[in-house]
């Protein structure tokens, strides 16, 4: 047996005595899975002896004297025979299989089928159920559920955080930025609410929460693939930040993004949603068929979607039915046949895309079309002392580019009628005669702005018209060239019923997926904001709800979370708002050797959530920490400092780059240039993927590779030069005034005597080696972030730089607590 | 790693609750580790470890070889001037393509009816094998008795990228493991001081398929290859910066070893005790790396064996390198070299004097390799890989067939793969392909079984060596897969 499965069972369920009533869903259901589903299975390709274990009919039923699972009757029951079996080549599973069903699932499956064998569908596909809250005195249901499962361990909540603890942690998780000083001050007093509203309305939310929405979109910067030329595509992750920051409904959210091009009259703002599913990657490279790489595009989309909206692995049955869940290949395409019906095509221009006009550039625009238009209507009248050089312009050789007018001006003088003549003075007076200079000029300065104020644009979903809709076929084994029968677009029937008027498009499509009626998508998205908050979900395998991920660890609260964000009407930050209120939530996060042991991932929240951070907050954590952090928002990517890799990308340009002039070099980690083929290294070094493919999880490894960043990466040197010269400016004069100073912008508390002691001593030490070597003060306090202050001690910078350095890789720096 | 300050029994302690932490509580991570235990069996679960879980391990099967030198050339060797000599296509040169062999098919860059094109190069046998070699690999011919050659390897793909993917992923698609981290997540690697996986790149540009080509996909990213470089810091930022002295970093580290450990102490978390270790790991790499990067510590005649000179960012530089790094215990060291496209589109891309020039700058380094590895004791359990992603046509490329330099298209049917050491035969030579070179008739090794084999000669069934993901059991070979048993020594 896996020990994961014992640990999870130790946790999850109580074992189970003799007179409990087997969960079927959640105890017996998970045994079959693991063990038999492959060979008695959905797959009627794989399937043996044509018993189905996911069947409830096909498990009871008779098969030549042969039942499996005879209710009330263990011993009759050719499934408890089979495993009991000593004979090898009658025994279940096979032993070639290298599968073990432990002695305590044995005796599991023997009480459940003892107490009737009651069958019931895979747990998540069950509908969502009104649950009530338990009354124990706790007045958010989130911690009325927890504790009733503490109180049954023997545990119980612990002390409250300190405050300004709290304070930081709530800033980080909604904002993605550290507490400022003042915050501190002003939010001592707060209730929990207004706590969690003041940074549940700053504009750093939506920042801060895009992110990982980003990392599920697969948004980039680049196609992808191994040329991995730019795209421009930014537009889509400004709409994603506006969204969390306007608290869109989730289901309105989605379906714009799925579907924005089907609603009726779609605004702009709906068209670049639907550029979600134009992140996919685009082949560029030569002798490549756009038809295949069309088809890989449509196949992630199809995987995409079902991933993040319904927490199911479909690859599965991209090649051949799926093998644990109720999925059939030819239900894979029908989904596929609704997504294949967009205009794009793998080209390289992207096409279909749109333009996008920002309101404040529209009033600009259409300022500069305006002036333009004023400025050349004064060519129409053409005034006589703009002339006088014209005769001997039409006696020059001079060479007119325009053909027409290049045969006019060739052709004998006394052949032009007037009207040419006209034409040929046009020509002058707008390019030509000394006279009109001014107004030329002027004319080409306002083309230049208005080619300047070229809006960008984005690539769009667009639907084929009716007659050109392509016709879709099952894919045999993967394979895009090998058909096998032709499929109308629907959905798997292990669901709730797709609306039955019409054909399947899009747009029902994302209807049926945020229909109240499916029993996944709340599930799947409350339990993603659990995990975010909390540090791991409810359903510990956030990315897979289907039978081969994990068990919820707290069925009932997750039911209630999903029921309470449909009845608030899809509301985020009503969600964020319950959890961040909780009790649960606010407590010390404080650890101690039995609670490690008992419950190493604090999933019984016993106290406080803590874990590290992505590397996209430890950046923009850093530069903030350092006075150096932009605030300035969306807009195009730009392109912080990064090492020179000295390489290029196959058929592609370098992998290098300039790093942005002025505050773009500092601006937040969101903004960062994405480059599929290049990512940003020090966000690779902390686990963010490379975006080519939707990611539902980051993993949180802890590696020396992220010390080099934190320690030497000259984004984090610059930044503790930036909180040395801070902490010099701001701060009080005395060390130990700067030290607490370092202290409450780092990790918002105040340092004690010996954490002082330490870093005086540190300081001393620096100091004398930096004082005795100017030259290399001057390199430790200023590269790379430039000359200090006129007359600064650039010793003393360094000394407070080195300390710096010290406080922004303390591990409580490193961790949200 | 324990911190040497704490007391024996609080040490041991807190490396049960790290070691428990590890196996449950680091999402996927757990989920590696026991399916690693699973497949190992307890004798493996003792190594098993949070603050390491690079720590070296036993391999259920007897292993042939310890560690893995793949040479990558990028873009498609053209095998039928290296490695496959056909007779019958030279007295074929130049006339036009018989239809039985383009019905049906794409290629790149290629439609119409294109030009058979025989070799140029000349042929002949060599070492007590008798393998054939063309004059473009002068340096191979010397070590011809230490190597086997698979003359007829196939694949699926005839664009760059999917197939290297396939070759190093096991999946046309990023997102999968590579071959490295999947040996490293099996095996860990002997010295803790460096990466287990380390990448070299030469010439200029990453290969087609990009950092997938050594990516950990789904698994925990500490099995990722890490990039050095000969050129700049040799790992990315191992360097400290500009101003900070080794004495000064040490007591930064001690002063931050210091507060961390009192964080610990007061509140308890395991993770901690890891960031402390990982951290005294860091500052030994800061001193290891440079170390087992710097060339100029090589003797001259080693130098003028590889051909390699300190400072440059050359193939040959990198062959010196995997020595320097297996040599130190490193698992696996992935090298990739660009330019070998052989389209005919340029001078360089030339079946005749490209080629000739190509090889001069990497058959020689690759041949001291095998030599120097042989001599120092370690080609026994060391495996050495040469290839491409694909081959090339028996025809003259399309577009450039009306040019005078000679170019083949890509070719995914019949290419050659040179194994060296590790439990594989010398003066071995398996696998045909027919006539005229369009397709293996005997012995054909898909570079799923080409895996396969390579992970059975690492000690593993590649069938059992799996990761949870997703809620699927995946392996490099995926479905597929067979080890190509001849080859073993």
Known sequence: ??????????????????????????????????????????????????????????????????????????????????????????????????????????????????????????WSYEPVVAVKVPANGEANPIDAFLLERLKKEKLTFAPAADRNLLIRRTALDLTGLPPTPAELTRLAQASPTELVDHYLAQPTFGEHWARGWLDMARYADSAGYPSDPGRTIWPYRDWVIRAFNANQRFDRFSIEQLAGDLLPNPTQEQLIATAFHRNTMTQNEGGTNDEEYRTAAVIDRVNTTYAVWMGTTMACAQCHTHKYDPITITEYFRSYAVLNQTADSDKADERPTMEVIPPAQKAARDA??????????????????????????????????????????????????????????????????????????????????????????????????????????????????????????????????????????????????????????????????????????????????????????????????????????????????????????????????????????NRLVARGPRFRPPGELLRDQALAVAGLLSPKMYGAPVRPMRPASGLSAAFGGSNDWTTSAGEDAHRRSVYTDTRRNSPYPSFTTFDAPNRETCTLRRDRSNTPLQAFVTMNDPVFVEASQGLARRLLKEGPTDMTGRLQYAFRLCVARAADAHELKALETLLQRSLATYRKDPALAAKMATQPLGPADKGADLAELAAWTAVAGVVMNLDEFLMRR | MNPPSLHPVRAEQLRLQTRRHFLSSAGQFSLGAIALQTLQGNAFAATADADQPLAPKRPPLKARAKRVIYLHMSGGPPNLDIFDPKPALVEQNGKPCPDSFLKGRTFAFTSGVPKLMGSPRTFKQYGKGGL?????????????????????????????????????????????????????????????????????????????????????????????????????????????????????????????????????????????????????????????????????????????????????????????????????????????????????????????????????????????????????????????????????????????????????????????????????????????????????????????????????????????LTYRFQGRDFRLTDVHGHVVKAVLA
Not at chain 1, 64 to 83: F, Y
Not at chain 1, 84 to 93: I, L, Q, R, T, Y
Request: charged fraction near 25%; charge should be neutral; glycine fraction near 8%.
């Open chain 2, 132 to 464: 054939w070699m063309s004059d473009a690999v002068p340096n191979f011919h010397t070590v011809a008795d230490d190597v086997t050659l698979l003359r007829a390897m196939h694949t699926d793909q005839f664009n760059h990228a999917p197939a290297e993917l396939l070759l190093f992923t096991g999946h046309i698609r990023q997102g999968r493991p590579s071959l490295g981290s999947w040996a490293t997540y099996g095996l860990g690697t002997e010295n803790q001081d460096l990466p287990g996986f380390v990448t070299l790149i030469s010439s200029g540009t990453q290969p087609s398929g990009g950092q997938g080509c050594w990516g950990s996909g789904f698994l925990p990213s500490v099995f990722q290859g890490v990039q050095c470089r000969s050129k700049g810091d040799p790992v990315l930022f191992v360097n400290d910066p500009p101003g900070m002295t080794r004495d000064l970093r040490r007591a930064t580290l001690d002063a931050l070893k210091d507060l961390n450990q009192r964080q610990q102490d007061e509140l308890g978390h395991a993770e901690t005790v890891t960031r402390i270790a990982q951290y005294e790991l860091a500052f030994r790499m800061q001193t290891s790396v440079p170390e087992v990067m710097d060339i100029s510590r090589e003797s001259a005649k080693t130098l003028e064996a590889y051909g390699a000179k300190p400072g440059e960012a050359s193939f040959a530089n990198n062959c010196l390198l995997a020595r320097r790094l297996v040599e130190k215990g490193v698992r696996f060291v992935h090298l990739f070299d660009w330019g070998w496209d052989f389209h005919g589109t340029n001078p360089a891309e030339d079946i005749r004097d490209g080629l000739t020039k190509k090889m001069a700058k990497t058959d020689k380094p690759a041949a001291a390799l095998i030599k120097d590895l042989k001599e120092r004791g370690l080609l026994d359990d060391t495996l050495i890989v040469w290839g491409g992603e694909f081959g090339r046509t028996p025809f003259r490329e399309g577009r450039t067939a009306g040019g005078s330099v000679l170019g083949r298209d890509h070719y995914p049917d019949c290419f050659t793969v040179m194994l060296a050491g590790g439990g594989v035969k010398g003066g071995f030579s398996f696998g045909e392909t027919d006539e005229m070179g369009f397709a293996g008739v005997k012995d054909k090794v898909h570079v799923h079984d080409l895996q396969a084999t390579i992970l059975h000669l690492l000690g593993f069934d590649h069938e059992r």
């Open chain 1, 1 to 122: 047996m896996r020990l994961r499965t014992a640990i999870l069972t130790i946790l999850v369920l109580p074992l189970a005595k003799a007179e409990d009533p087997i969960n079927f869903s959640r105890q017996i259901r998970p045994i079959l899975s693991e063990n038999c589903i492959a060979c008695h299975g959905p797959d009627d390709k794989t399937r043996e002896a044509g018993l189905r274990l996911d069947d409830e009919v096909s498990a009871k039923s008779n098969r030549e004297g042969d039942i499996a699972i005879v209710p009330g009757k263990p011993e009759l029951s050719s499934i408890i025979q089979r495993i009991e079996s000593k004979d090898p080549d009658d025994v279940m599973p096979p032993p070639k299989q290298h599968k073990v069903i432990s002695p305590e699932q044995v005796a599991l499956l023997k009480t459940w089928i003892r107490q009737g064998a009651r069958w019931g569908k895979h």
């Open chain 1, 368 to 601: 500069a079309q305006q002036r333009l238009t004023q400025a050349e209507a004064v060519f129409a009248q053409v005034k006589p002392t703009w002339l006088t050089g014209f005769d001997a312009w039409l006696n020059s050789k001079a060479a007119i580019p325009e053909k027409k007018l290049a045969a006019l001006f060739a052709a004998p003088k006394e052949k032009r009628t007037a009207a040419q003549v006209k034409q040929l003075q046009e020509y002058y007076v707008r390019n030509v005669a000394q006279e009109t200079k001014p107004e030329r000029e002027a004319v080409a300065q306002l083309r230049k702005q208005l080619t300047e104020l070229k809006p960008p644009t984005v690539p769009v979903m667009q639907e084929l018209p009716a007659p050109k809709q392509r016709k879709t076929f099952v894919q045999l084994r993967g394979n895009w060239q090998a058909l096998g029968d032709e499929v109308t677009p629907g959905v798997p029937v292990a669901w709730h019923a797709a609306p039955a008027k019409g054909q399947l498009d899009r747009l029902a499509f994302a209807e049926w997926l945020l229909s109240p009626k499916n029993p996944l998508t709340a599930r799947v998205q409350v339990n993603r904001l659990w995990e975010t908050v909390f540090g791991v979900g409810i359903v510990r395998t956030s990315e897979e709800f289907g039978s081969q991920g994990d068990l919820p660890v707290h069925p009932e609260l997750l039911d209630w979370l999903a029921a309470e964000y449909v009845r608030s009407g899809w509301d985020t930050k009503h969600m964020l708002r319950l959890m961040f209120t909780s009790r649960a939530y606010r407590q010390s996060s404080a650890s101690n050797p039995s609670l490690n042991e008992r419950d190493p991932d």
